[in-house]
């Protein structure tokens, strides 16, 4: 994971931590879609079949993924999707 520092206002500092991740998908002839997925910094790769083993990935990579209560975006920053 990286992490850098940025200053999005003069009074705060906020550490931001990310991953980069690419998925390929193929599936060969009429078969079962399968896939890669490649950890950018480190090229760690896996190939997968199931959402689970690319959350896994993910998890390993990015720990506390799941844990939402540490995000905490500015308002406006992500667009709330139950508005049209």
Known sequence: MTEFTSNPDEDSV??????????RFYREGAGEWRGEVVHLQTQDKRLV???EQIHEFFQKHAPGL??????????GLIPDSGSN
């Open 66 to 75: 799941d844990d939402q209560s540490r995000v905490n975006p500015k308002p």
């Open 14 to 23: 906020v550490n931001i931590f990310w991953s980069s991740f690419l998925l």
């Open 49 to 51: 079949a199931t959402l």
